[in-house]
């Protein structure tokens, strides 16, 4: 029987989060490879409002769709091979009590159908993590999702080995990468800063106009408008911060300790699985202001520990979250569901 080489097409809403970065790294590392990949961008408001969307067409050449959960069964070609990436699961009971009353009604009436309908209609489901594919069971009976961890180009998220190590008499530079939502935990990090004081500086990337004033201690960050300025701030950086509620994976944490930086991340959800505590970064238990504190303080305090932590959090991520072995699992499944699909 003849082998048909995969050909995929990512009809794929622009929601500007990590979700997209995702979809281009595997496209663009998908076309290196050899594998004709390309992307349909959808504009936002396609998610909440798709009936004021065209449909696309799906391109000929493509023989594998590869989409979000979220995307609405408007744009779900019938008759083709769809592969689906479940990225995190809102309807995780771990996270309701965060969820602003909008969110649970859009979750419940709006996201969780969607999604439901998606999962019925592909041919095989993925997940960014072995915890969202426990979620993908428990919550939508998926019997066997498979687990490929989101890839990290170690080439462009790398140390920066020509810095010197910093003075600890200098303000401890801690970095929060992500928006302003309760479920990534900004919240807690004018708490956490407050405690700190004036050794410490944190630098966002979110537009936290909501919670002002912030403490003086918290300074915005320009937009980071591509992967390399993302890495570039990173290697500024003595430290990543991140209590994050609910991650499906933790895209901000792997690229971070890519780049030689020590996390300080909350123990939960998917985030566990990317760090081995006291070895390539620090947990903290959920909400505990205290203990965000008394890590920061730690690595602060002890530069050979900092130092450490960043060395082998970065061995970590060559190991298990390199870009190259996400994207061979990836033709894998696309050329186990076409030689199926020959059957």
């Known amino acids: 029987m003849k082998n048909i080489k995969p050909a995929i097409w990512f009809p794929t809403v622009r929601t500007n989060t990590g979700t997209d970065r995702f979809t281009e790294q595997l496209v663009a590392a998908l076309n290196q490879r050899g594998v004709h990949a390309e992307i349909t961008w959808l504009p936002h408001h396609a998610e909440y409002l798709p009936w004021l969307v065209p449909v696309p067409v799906k391109p000929d050449w493509a023989n594998i769709v590869h989409v979000n959960t979220w995307l609405h069964p408007r744009f779900l070609p019938r008759d083709s091979m769809i592969v689906a990436t479940l990225h995190h699961c809102v309807q995780d009971r771990s996270f309701y009590p965060y969820k602003t009353f909008a969110q649970k009604i ?52 790398h140390p920066n080995t020509h810095r010197d190590s910093i003075s ?14 309760v479920r990534k935990g900004f919240d807690l990090l004018p708490k956490i800063m407050q405690e700190l004081g004036d050794a410490f500086q944190l630098f966002y990337t979110s537009n936290a106009d909501q919670y002002q004033p912030l403490p003086k201690n918290m300074i915005q960050l ?14 500024t950086m003595d430290a990543l911060i991140f209590p994050s509620r609910l991650e499906g994976f933790g895209l901000v944490v792997a690229e971070a300790m890519a780049c030689g930086l020590p996390v300080v991340i909350t123990d939960g959800s998917a985030l566990s699985e990317l760090v081995d505590h006291g070895r390539t970064g620090l947990l903290c ?30 061995q970590h991520v060559e190991q298990y979250f390199k870009v190259d072995q996400m994207v061979e699992q990836y033709i894998q499944v696309y050329c186990h569901l076409l030689s199926d699909g020959q059957r």
């Open 106 to 157: 859009y979750h419940k009436f709006w996201i969780t159908p969607i999604e439901k309908y998606c999962l019925r209609v592909t041919n095989v489901t993925t997940t960014v993590s072995h915890y969202t594919a426990e979620c993908a069971k428990d919550i939508f009976g998926i019997d066997q999702p498979y687990v490929i961890y989101n890839g990290i180009d170690i080439d462009i998220f």
């Open 168 to 181: 600890l008499s200098q303000p401890f530079k801690l970095l929060f990468v992500g928006s302003n939502s």
């Open 222 to 235: 320009p937009p980071q408008k591509t992967a390399q300025d993302l890495a570039d701030t990173y290697r």
């Open 285 to 314: 238990q959920q909400n505990n202001v205290d203990a965000f504190v008394e890590a920061v303080r730690q690595l602060a305090g002890d530069n050979v520990f900092k130092q450490n932590l960043a060395t082998v959090a970065r």
